[in-house]
């Protein structure tokens, strides 16, 4: 936690005065955040929503080489999903989306266990089963996936004072389209733009006492933080594309699966659009 409070803790942001400490309240558990001029900042954000899948990560080694070709591979069978990237020419990632999700924590740290979860559920429905089979079981990992749905981007209130959210605090969505840390990194590179042009790229054009001239910067750090968030609704539209991914894979009956193929249709016809988007330089 200490780390986090020294680097931007858990997406929260101030303009103007550094954070000493992050703890968690006791009764809430929501992050404290304790600022070097005395003051304190909690956040209340809403809490997070899990998806009805577990997502299991593990790597697979190939002493004599896998002969896959390099390029990422998404299988879809049923309502499970199973993909796979090498990463060299003997290691390969591999990734499998599990219906359901185990509330017994243990079974997260049991690795032995997650493969052999894995390796039930997979059954025959894929042929890059023996991954699973072979993996260093060291690696394995088992998560449950959360996120906050569309809405919460278009009514919530993403700005108080000089304090502002960005990355998953902002927009935590599903990892389908895969734009989760690039969405984070687009984060600071728009924020900084946003403070640059209003703070030190305009001259101080108030002269007067100090009171005056320090009204005037906290004036211009909350119009950039106002620009930064309004520039990031464009994640909207990505958080409705990741939401209604997550409803066609969970376990919904049919008449609602083809509302939900239509609805993507309708809004997202180029289902790759996102991938082309430009930020802008810093």
């Known amino acids: 936690m200490q780390v986090l409070a020294e680097d931007l803790p858990l997406g929260t942001i101030r303009c103007g005065c550094h954070i000493?400490?992050?703890?968690?309240?006791?009764?809430t558990s929501f992050p404290i955040l304790q600022l070097r001029d005395g003051q304190t900042v909690k956040a209340k954000l809403k809490p997070k929503k899990v998806f009805s899948k577990s997502g299991v990560r593990g790597l697979t080694n190939y002493p004599n080489g896998h002969g896959l070709a390099s390029e990422f591979v998404l299988t879809h069978k049923g309502n499970m999903v199973f993909g796979n990237a090498p990463i060299n020419q003997n290691l390969?990632?591999?990734f499998v989306l599990l219906p359901g999700h185990h509330q017994d924590t243990m079974d997260l740290k049991?690795?032995?266990?997650i493969r052999q979860m894995c390796l039930e559920n997979i059954n025959d429905r894929f042929p890059n089963k023996i991954m699973v089979q072979d993996c260093d079981t060291c690696y394995l990992s088992l998560t449950f996936m959360t996120y906050r749905t569309p809405w919460e981007m278009l009514v919530g209130?993403?700005?108080?004072?000089t304090v502002t959210v960005a990355g998953d605090a902002m927009?935590?969505?599903?990892?389908f389209p895969g734009q989760g840390t690039s969405s984070a990194i687009e984060d600071g590179i728009v924020l900084?733009?946003?403070?640059?042009?209003?703070?030190?790229?305009?001259?101080?054009?108030l002269q007067g006492v100090n009171g005056e001239i320090m009204q005037n910067d906290m004036q211009r750090k909350v119009e950039a933080i106002d620009a930064f968030v309004k520039d990031?609704?464009?994640?909207v539209a990505l958080s409705a594309q990741t939401y209604l991914t997550c409803l066609l894979m969970a376990t919904y009956p049919m008449p609602f699966k083809l509302l939900f193929v239509v609805s993507m249709v309708v809004?997202?016809?180029?289902?790759i659009r996102h991938t082309r988007y430009d930020c802008g330089p810093l």
């Open 20 to 27: 000493v400490s992050l703890k968690l309240e006791p009764f």
């Open 267 to 271: 809004l997202f016809r180029d289902t």
């Open 157 to 161: 209130s993403f700005r108080k004072g």
């Open 192 to 205: 900084a733009r946003c403070l640059a042009q209003n703070i030190h790229d305009q001259p101080d054009l």
């Open 92 to 94: 390969v990632f591999w």
């Open 110 to 113: 049991n690795q032995e266990f």
């Open 171 to 175: 927009h935590l969505m599903g990892p």
């Open 232 to 235: 990031r609704m464009r994640l």
